[in-house]
């Protein structure tokens, strides 16, 4: 139980170690105590609030990821498998090359949310069947609905001449330098929910990855619980998308390298994931903004490029087709 605790203890202090790195590095190395005006201000008007969003994001795409895997009983699921991502991004690339700006830097992530809410009734809607919500038709639903909006996207930036086809491309391949103050309140309320109420029917997560049969002797319902976490992965996938676009294998990647270290159970699974995903984004985004300056790579790429061969890698060496 000590060598739990001590686990849980080193894996939360992560984020907050990484994040004290993204303040001091990039590409000017700043020492805070001997910072000038203009240091201070990049450090706090710049550095700061990207770090935390980018922390915002990851442990939403962690979490999410987690109790994806559990819902579906699939350990490649992830927060982009049912088709929310997609219907965000295709909302909010359309309002970056429309123009608009009816709520200034906050218009793009709330055309984004709106898109990620829409999308996921759609998918909660057709996964419906017989009073409860059915893993398969959920998949199926965000599957089909993702190729249909990345279809969509994919039309309209290829017909466009607008300025802002370069900005939408960065946005959906997670671009984090338009990340400021204005929008971490309302992610970490949408961050801080999503990952409470699936904290809360964690006991039920655990039931359900063992069948329903058993959560159902157990007391639960299997069709409310599985609603009830499908809102909580709406609610984090949309917070993230939102956030700063779309960063891929966080949500995969990270709940497999947590179970590793202290084990399958859901009740801990879900809040290490979470941490574990902040620490991983955020050190993501320091690489991105500091390998080749003064130009910037998209967080999303770096994420899939340091992920995709260490999943690869994790493959290989261990059984992570397991939940």
């Known amino acids: 139980m000590k060598n739990m605790k001590l686990k849980i203890a080193c894996i939360m202090l992560v984020p907050v170690a990484v994040f004290g790195i993204s303040l001091l590095s990039g ?128 039309l309209i930036m290829s017909i466009s001449s607008d300025e802002g086809l370069r900005k939408a491309m960065l946005w959906i391949f997670g671009d984090l330098s338009m990340a400021e103050w204005s929008k971490i309140p309302y992610g970490l309320a949408f961050v801080a929910a999503g990952t409470l109420i699936s904290l809360s029917r964690a006991k039920a997560l655990n039931a359900l990855i063992l069948g329903d049969e058993f959560a159902h002797s157990l007391g639960f319902s299997p069709h409310r619980e599985r609603f009830i976490l499908f809102v909580s992965v709406g609610l984090l996938t949309a917070a993230s998308v939102s956030l700063g676009g779309m960063i891929g294998f966080i949500g995969l990647l990270v709940p497999h390298i947590m179970r590793f270290f202290i084990g399958s159970d859901s009740r801990v699974l879900i809040l290490c994931s979470a941490f574990g995903g902040g620490a991983l984004l955020c050190a993501a985004d320091i690489i991105s903004r500091s390998v080749l300056p003064p130009m910037e790579l998209p967080a999303g790429i770096v994420t899939a490029l340091i992920g995709s061969p260490y999943f690869l890698f994790l493959l290989r060496r261990k059984n992570v087709l397991s939940i």
């Open 27 to 154: 590409a000017k190395m700043i020492n805070p105590f001997t910072a000038d005006d203009i240091s201070r201000e990049i450090l706090f008007s710049i550095r700061a609030p990207r770090g935390i969003v980018a922390i915002l994001m990851g442990m939403a795409l962690g979490a999410s990821g987690a109790v994806l895997q559990g819902i579906l009983k699939n350990p490649l699921a992830d927060p982009y498998i049912l088709g929310i991502s997609s219907g965000a991004s295709l909302s909010a690339a359309l309002g970056i090359m429309a123009g608009a700006s009816f709520l200034g830097t906050f218009t793009i992530p709330l055309l984004a949310f709106i898109g990620a809410i829409i999308t996921g009734s759609i998918v909660g809607i057709m996964g419906w069947k017989r009073g409860g919500l059915w893993p398969e038709r959920l998949l199926l639903a965000g599957v089909g609905l993702s190729f249909l909006f990345s279809a969509m996207l994919m």
